[in-house]
């Protein structure tokens, strides 16, 4: 009595007739899998996948795209592309992780009750007040020591800038005090741009681990960017790693830990935060894979190197070691963030909340959660430098923070 009418897909002529329905749609459903689905759409659902994304009707997904992996946000092969998913219950982790995430569009959540009869999430996305709970915050009694001392081993007379932009992020992100050791010509860069830092220079020959005693005491370590790969390099960062403090990895410091594995595992909290390609490289993986199965490899080098991993990109997906422990996902990533020196900034703001006490999922978790809106309010819908990322640290913790 409606007029609606089916048409069976299943033979040539009925999927042109699907598919001409399809095309003059305003609205398209897709329910064709749940999150039960696993390995792709298979024929007839590919072509009609195919179709709709075709069409110019709006689709709206039930309870998630069908052709994910509810548990991954894996993709093979074909999927629908949602411009809305209408999800049921809770969050499934395929809707907050690549390249699941990307297939979802705008995602809906229904509250359907089942709050009560859930467990432990695996994979969680923070939000802001999980944010501004995590925050540390400086009281009456505070001074620069007691705020948290961060020690950055970063750049190199190539890669000047990254030390200014790890640096920046350091302080920026609530440090009482950034140590930088580093070679000369950085430490003059960094001079010029970020007084208030106490540096050590490394002098040529200079022995590594008596630059890392010669910087002072700090309460973690944030090593890598910039900082070369070369023999000396490695010595370096393996005095920071040989350290009994939180220490995190980023850049040319995963490069080196790929050639030098035995660093790994070590008995203090240790923070990765590489890109696909690095985490390709540190476990001997093909760059292509990483990016397609995100939560696997971040979960797979979290648990083989005992470290808290976070994997940027897309989406950015941040596994603790402990197998028990909740995987989070960072909600607030966006394009803008595809910009050269981003990362240094984002080190320096994650290890700063290192050396503030945070563990090193929650100082990951809320690193990237403010380097994404600190983006978001630099842009504003242009292009940005990772200077401004920096510039606009303040203004995103106030908004976190609702202050």
Known sequence: GA???????????????????????????DGVLGIGGHGGLREPAASLATAARRAPGAVVAVDLPSGIEADTGEVTGTAMQADVTVTFGALKPGLLIDPGASHAGVVEFI?????????????????????????????????????????????SDRFTGAATLAVGGAIRG???????????????????????????????????????????????????????TSDASAELLGAVLATDLPVLVDADGITLLAAHRELLPRPAPTLLTPHAGELARLLGADRADVEARRLRF?????????????????????????????????????????????????????????AQGL??????????????????????????GSTDIITALPAAIRTVAGT
Do not use: F
């Open 298 to 354: 971040a979960t797979q080098a979290a648990a083989e190197l005992g470290c808290t991993v976070l994997l940027k990109g897309s989406t950015t997906v941040i596994a603790p070691p402990a197998p028990d422990e909740e995987v989070l996902v960072n909600p607030t990533g966006t394009s803008w963030l595809a910009t050269a020196g981003s990362g240094d900034v984002l080190s320096g703001l994650a290890g700063s909340l290192l």
């Open 174 to 228: 609530g440090a009482g005090m950034v140590r930088l050791v580093s070679s000369e010509i950085p430490v003059a860069v960094v001079r010029q741009h970020w007084p208030e830092a106490v540096i050590t220079t490394i002098r040529p020959g200079q022995d590594g681990k008596a630059a890392i005693e010669q910087a002072g005491r700090v309460e973690a370590w944030a090593a890598g960017p910039g900082m070369g």
């Open 3 to 29: 007029g609606g009418w089916v048409v069976e897909a299943a033979d040539p002529d009925g999927r042109a007739a699907a598919d001409r329905a399809i095309g003059a749609a305003d609205l398209i459903i």
């Open 111 to 155: 509250d359907i009750g089942l709050g009560s009869y859930l467990g432990r999430p695996d994979v969680a996305a923070a939000q802001a007040a999980d944010i501004a709970a995590w925050l540390p915050r400086p009281s009456a009694e505070s001074d620069k020591y007691r705020r948290g001392v961060l020690g950055i081993v970063a750049g």
């Open 359 to 384: 563990g090193a999922s929650r100082a990951a978790a809320a690193a990237a959660y403010l380097h994404g809106i600190a983006a978001r309010l630099a842009a504003e819908g242009a292009p940005i």
